[in-house]
């Protein structure tokens, strides 16, 4: 039997490693969490999986939702699972997927689970996708699941592609106005001061603070001190991601995000409608609940809502009902909190789950709309404002020239 290396926390946030023999990685899984060890590292020793990059490819999620869509419609067809796997494998375009497939077409054919293949790619397929695969093999039903698989991959894409699409004028917007305005500052206007400087023209305040702003950027920007201004910036983010990959800068990071003004409610509606799709779905796939609100919870996204989840676990081990904990936490609002109640004591909170999902991914297309049509007469405020600003400056003095010409 294999020898496996794990890490993980317990139930109280100890961390805790070691080394355990077992059958398979989610064997080792499922056994830690019995001893309610959540494993967030579970690796072969001496067989650790390295993501190939080829020319620069990954797996991307839309990748995943094409696959999951493609093996479901076969599976459904009756095609034999090996014959599925290379199939697709063969027509995949993507060179690091399709390594990734036909790896996995290798271990099916030795007798391997599709679950255990899956789960020897932990970069391509998560925990949530290799415990739904599992749930379908030990039913019999890896048909369905696979159909619900590639709804939730396909849902997760559309939500993800509204949130990037909405970002992009804006953000790309602002960007070239900021480089225009640089330009203008460290280009042009110095040719406007020397030729006001030459002139003997008095300058007003306005184009004073113009050509203050100018020798600013021309004394950051050029030499030596462009260098390292340059050099700071890289600095800066590679100190922003080694403080964002430590649990305290995550936590920190994900709650600011959360308190902003209108970006803060958007990530919030976000985080909800991903917390209900995903434990719908595990839900109505057959994952146990506890097992299915750990997988959850590492998905999530968010720091502050993947503690927030972690502790409504440890409260539903305890006995409590769902919804208790989840009012407590006042991250989730009350009309789903209320939903999930109704959902508990009907019997029926999977489907209860997907109509709240069903209802803020709407929410957040419409938050999205709503915050384009917000941010559009900012950023034309803003570039009127600021570029407007920098060329009326520039031609005050010039007012005063042709006033005393004129005199």
Sequence with gaps: MPVFVYEGKTARGTKVAGERIADSKTA??????????????????GKEFVMPTFGGQKVTAKDLAIFFRQFSVMIDSGLPLVQCLEIIAGNQENLAFKKVLTAVRGKVETGSTLANAFNDHPKVFDQLMVNMIEAGETGGILDTILQRLSGYVEKAVKLKAAVKSAMIYPVSVVGIAVCVITLLLWKV???????????????????????????????????????????????????????YATPAGRLTVDKLLLKLPVIGML??????????????????????????????????????????????RKAVEEG??????????????????????????TGAMDTMLQKIADFYEEEVDSAVKDMLTLLEPMIISFLGVSVGGVVISMYLPMFSLIAKMSG
């Design 267 to 312: 990530l919030r509606k976000i985080a909800v409608a991903r917390f209900t799709r995903t434990l719908g779905t595990l839900i109505t796939s057959g994952v146990p609940l506890m097992e299915a609100l750990s997988i959850t919870a590492r998905t999530s996204g968010n720091a502050v809502i993947e503690i927030t989840i972690m502790k409504v």
């Design 320 to 345: 409590r009902t769902l919804t208790d904990p989840l009012r407590e936490s006042e991250v989730f609002p009350n009309m789903v909190v209320q939903m999930i109640g109704v959902g508990e004591q």
């Design 28 to 45: 080792l899984t499922a056994m830690l969490q019995k001893e309610r060890i959540t494993p967030f590292k579970v690796k072969e020793k």
């Design 189 to 243: 206007v110095p040719i406007f001061g020397n030729l006001f400087a030459g002139l003997g023209v008095e300058m007003p305040l306005p184009t004073r603070i113009v050509m203050g702003l100018s020798h600013a950027i021309a004394v950051i920007l050029g030499f030596p001190f462009g260098f390292v201004t340059f050099g700071g910036i890289i600095g800066l983010y590679f100190a922003y991601k080694a403080f």
